[in-house]
């Protein structure tokens, strides 16, 4: 992981900490002794873990930790990173900020290693919206260290945000031949792989990879978070619902992963119109009670509702949920909001004419360029994402896209989607989230009577999905726009042979 962690307090004599198994075993300094308050690399080493695999938050995992020893930085980013990549709760949002400001604090009283005030500035460009500064960062960390799990892992999660899925797969793919398969972790390298190999369309390879992990691991919850992913994409829907079931026992022990892993469930069961178990979903286990849940997890939420909505389900109470929810989220600002994270809160919250701050979104270093960059660290470095031009006119005309279908403006969002279509993925996100936006469309289509546009754009989803019984079903509707009595009756039965309707509307 780190260099070795060397931490000096005046007047106190000073203390070194080893971060990692491999960072004991490689020091070279061997004079440094080491305090007794100083926990072993084993502590760390296996909430890193446990995070990485998204199994433990390491709030929790190292709670006991840092109460006995709160001056031990590397535990406090580890703690302050997980609260804003992979935040259960708004309130965990927010105290990302306090672990930063704590680390800040500790680098101003010990003495820590570059690598150490490399974390603690990436940290701190996450949290304020830097995101393609703070990805640089991770990266000159790797190039230091590559077996920093640490920064692989969030140099791929920022990736994930700023829309690079060549970066989300690339960043593996430099680090990965300098592991041995031996290594404690491997299998998340592995599994982190398999989720950029997916995203950027080799469904097969992706599937193999992920099954290679949980051969080597199988509570490795990344890997089943790819699999999941693999079979989405694809439509698979049963095949994705088969593993959920056959691995329940597992997965409701993820901590990280958890809340998650039942938005996909609710996606398969949307598949088949099981409407009312979606709903149990969202209620006991997605929405937590009188606490706001935080934006990663209402993005997953707002995925949730539209895509009921488009399935001819109406959720009145979630929109009113999601509503109350984005706009204190939105009130936060403390931490950035991702691009992504904007869109969703802009979906259900422009449907009740609400001004829209731009201000809160993270998109603090577009403009960045890369002396600034290389200033901050006072080292040449490596980049391997730059900005995109048209980035902020990209976001706008999503928002207008979104702005006139809510308005019931058809035509005119139509044409907005197109327009945005093929850039959508640099907004962030996944391929599954990405697809709502050519959900939107379709219905912006049909509705606005371009039957035409509608069928080509679902020929290119069922060509994707082909076992996806709702695009089968939107299918015969748009047939019947165009007239065509037979393509209804055959896309409607294929729809009930998929599973739509089997079980009766709106289902338990």
Known sequence: MLSRSIRHVLPMQRRVRYVSFFDRLFS???????????????????????????????????QNILRDDPDF???????????????QLHEDSIASLSKLNIAKDILSRVESSTLEKWHVKALECMVTGKFRTAATIYE??????????????????????????????NAVSRVLPLWSASQPGYSHLLSLQAYGVTENGDHGAAHTLADRAMAMNEEDAGALHALLHVNEVQGKHQ????????????????????????????????????????????????????????????????????????????????????????????????????????IHAYTVLSQI??????????????????????????????????????????????????????EQQYQEAANLFLQIRSQIHLLGGSKVEHELYDM?????????????????????????????????HTFATVMEGLGDDDAVQGARQMSYVLGLGQAGHGAA
């Open 353 to 406: 004419s609400l001004s829209f701050d731009f201000g809160s979104i993270g998109l603090g270093d577009e403009n960045w360029n890369t002396s600034q960059v290389a200033t901050l660290l006072q080292k040449d470095i490596i980049f391997f994402s730059y900005p995109v031009s048209g980035y902020k006119e990209l976001l706008q005309n999503t928002f207008d896209a979104i702005k006139a279908y809510n």
């Open 28 to 62: 070279g300094d061997e004079t440094v002794e080491e305090s007794p308050m100083a926990f072993g690399s084993s502590e760390y080493h296996l909430a890193l873990l446990g995070f990485v695999s998204m199994t433990m938050h390491p709030k929790y995992s190292l």
């Open 239 to 342: 095949d994705g619902a088969s593993i959920l079931l056959r691995s329940t026992d597992s997965w409701e022990t993820f901590e990280v992963l958890r809340t998650h892993i039942h938005a996909h469930h609710a996606l398969y069961l949307i598949e088949t119109g099981r409407f009312n178990r979606v709903e149990k979903l969202l209620r006991n286990e997605i929405f937590q009670g009188d606490k706001t849940i935080s934006a990663k997890v209402l993005i997953d939420a707002t995925q949730i509702y539209w895509r009921l909505v488009l399935a001819g389900f109406d959720a009145p109470w979630v929109l009113a949920e999601l509503q109350k929810q984005w706009q204190v989220v939105l009130s936060s600002k403390e931490v950035a909001l991702t691009p992504l994270a904007a």
């Open 73 to 87: 930085l590397m535990g406090h980013v580890l703690v302050g990173t997980s609260q804003y990549l992979s935040p």
């Open 440 to 472: 939107l469309l379709i219905d912006a289509a049909t509705r606005g009577r371009d039957y035409s546009l509608a069928h080509l754009i679902l020929n290119e989803r069922i060509n994707a999905k082909p076992q996806s019984a709702q695009y089968w």
């Open 140 to 169: 000159a960390i790797l190039r230091q260290d590559y077996s920093d799990m640490l920064a692989l892992k969030c140099a791929i999660e920022l990736y994930d945000i700023l829309g690079d899925k060549t970066n989300k797969l």
